[in-house]
């Protein structure tokens, strides 16, 4: 059994690292397994953070997470740069294995992988992705400096999007299916008194226009169902994430989103010794901070487990 981890973290973020931290100060020596392409969760692809606890003036997304997966790495947690990408977690000993090879036991495992952009689901959406088709703004914004773009939602990620982008483009139109946004109201006043922002009602996105690269997008009206083209160099899509828990699907229990259902408030799944939580779980807040107490918990409901085991 020595060679068998108290715990093992599955993704990062701001649940992955709390946990983390939480392990480690209780002597639980964790392991997290960060992944290759999306350490640090979302907010990595997220601009500046007003409303994290003590931040007076915002921060980075990218430097809020620096500075927690610092903090886990101070109090010992090992951090690897890789992702899960096979699990066994029935039974008391877990067996999990990365993208090397690699295969690491471990007693109980807390699951903070998170979630993925959603897509429209248009078949030339994803033939010209990275050609004029983009879900992050903080990435690829830049490019198209002095254009007219669209960005397609009505949450707060799709107005944080939309307003990112005035700074590069020449005008962004905000395309939504409804007559009324769902971001907060402070956001919506950002955008509706930006200049550089238009908004599209009652408009859904029924296809993509291009050949080798993003040429305008086909329009239909949901009220009374007329359709029209407009010609746009640049698509952000916001429209939601869904949760990364592929891997899992046929061991723990889902709900129909794809969400990890979990025992009441806790964090417990319906495996002993797994643990859920941040965006994985969370399809109502979807708040830094909340994903963030939920992998406290997750690392409170662990170190109680084993002390039982």
């Known amino acids: 059994m020595s060679d068998v981890r108290d715990v093992v973290i599955v993704g990062s973020g701001p649940a992955g690292y709390t946990a983390a931290i939480y392990a480690s100060r209780a002597q639980m020596n964790p392991v997290i397994y960060e992944g290759s392409v999306t350490a640090g969760g ?5 601009t500046e953070v007003e409303n994290f606890p003590g931040f007076v003036d915002g921060v980075m997304g990218p430097d809020l997470m620096d500075n927690m997966r610092k903090q886990a790495k101070r109090f010992g947690a090992e951090l690897i740069t890789d992702d899960i990408v096979e699990m066994d977690l029935v039974g008391e000993i877990k067996t999990l294995t990365d993208g090397s090879g690699n295969v690491v036991k471990a007693k109980s495992v807390i699951l903070a992988t998170g979630s993925a952009y959603r897509e429209i689901g248009l078949e030339n959406e994803k033939r010209l992705s990275g050609h004029g088709v983009s879900w992050c703004a903080t990435c690829d914004g830049f490019f198209f400096r002095d254009q007219t773009i669209a960005v397609v939602g009505g949450g707060d990620s799709a107005v944080e999007e939309a307003t990112f982008l005035t700074r590069f483009a020449s005008k962004v139109v905000l ?7 769902r971001a907060s109201k402070i956001m919506v ?4 008194s930006n200049p550089k922002i238009e908004f599209l009602w009652n408009t859904e ?19 009374d169902g007329s359709e029209s083209e407009r010609a746009f ?41 797994v643990f859920a939580c941040g965006d994985l779980v969370d ?10 107490g939920s992998g406290c918990q ?11 085991h």
């Not at 996105?205 to 009220?223: C, E, F, P, Q, W």
């Not at 997750?298 to 039982?308: G, I, M, Q, R, V």
């Open 42 to 46: 979302a907010l990595m692809n997220t």
């Open 175 to 181: 395309i939504h299916r409804r007559d009324a946004l």
């Open 189 to 192: 006043d950002r955008a509706t």
């Open 205 to 223: 996105v029924i296809d993509v226009l291009g050949d080798a690269k993003l040429s305008g997008l086909k329009l239909r009206n949901t009220v």
């Open 233 to 273: 160099t640049g698509l952000f899509v916001a429209i939601g994430h869904i949760p990364r828990s592929e891997l899992i699907a046929n061991q723990v229990t889902l709900n129909n989103e794809g969400y990890v259902e979990v025992e009441g408030r806790s964090t417990r799944t319906n495996i002993p010794g």
């Open 283 to 292: 399809h109502t807040y979807r708040q830094a901070i909340t994903a963030a």
């Open 298 to 308: 997750a690392a409170l409901d662990a170190e109680k487990y084993l002390a039982h």
